[in-house]
């Protein structure tokens, strides 16, 4: 049974950084796209980050650009969320993912198979 596990939120004031990590448990981990995606109150899962089982594309929403690098170590079982010039607007909870299917890096929430339990990021202003 694959298990995600990430840590590093927290409160941070506008303009700071933070790093999420994400733990991923089996031995298949290096096969997977890794996503990040984020929920804040009232509104919808949204795509933010995802990064081939190699790491050799990544792909990042509009809103992050420039500002967040997600980033992997297959020898770790880790993928990370380097998060800079955090803004407001960037609070949420946020989720890293795996698709287990591979050939594709997919943007949205029912393509990934596996899911973390989240962890809240808020940017005071």
């Known amino acids: 049974q694959v298990q995600l596990v990430e840590s590093g939120g927290g409160l941070v004031q506008a303009g700071g950084s933070l790093r999420l990590d994400c733990a991923v448990s089996?031995?298949?981990?290096?096969?997977?796209?890794m996503g990040w995606f984020r929920q804040a109150p009232g509104k919808e899962r949204e795509f933010v980050a995802a990064?081939?089982?190699?790491?050799?594309?990544?792909y990042y929403a509009d809103s992050v650009k420039g500002r967040f690098t997600i980033s992997r170590d297959n020898a770790k079982n880790t993928v990370y969320l380097q998060m800079n010039s955090l803004k407001p607007e960037d609070t949420a909870v946020y989720y890293c993912?795996?698709?287990?299917?591979?050939?594709?890096?997919?943007?949205?929430?029912?393509?990934?198979?596996?899911w973390g339990q989240g962890t809240q990021v808020t940017v005071s202003s």
């Open positions: 993912a795996a698709d287990k299917t591979r050939g594709r890096t997919a943007t949205t929430a029912p393509s990934y198979d596996y």
């Open positions: 089996g031995r298949t981990f290096g096969s997977y796209t």
């Open positions: 990064i081939t089982w190699s790491g050799r594309s990544t």
